[in-house]
């Protein structure tokens, strides 16, 4: 008996509240943050989570 993990469900959870968090405090008539220094702190946790969502699809599909 195979023991397959799907993708993890929390960061596809944190993936998208970022994400639309991010959308909200872009202005795109200005091309800036509404809180410059929260918003990047944001867009690293945001990257980090779709390379960990990646990085565990990648291994689920190797095995």
Do not use: C, W
Not at 14 to 24: D, E, I, K
Not at 26 to 51: E, G, R
Request: aromatic share 14%; proline share 2%; glycine share 4%.
């Amino acid at each position: 008996m195979e023991n397959k993990k799907g993708v993890n469900v929390v960061f596809i959870i944190v993936a998208f509240t970022l994400g639309t968090t991010l959308l909200r405090h872009f202005n795109f008539q200005t091309l800036s943050f509404k809180m410059p220094v929260l918003d990047i702190l944001f867009l690293i946790t945001f990257i980090i989570a779709i390379y960990l969502i990646i990085k565990d699809y990648k291994k689920t599909t190797k095995e």
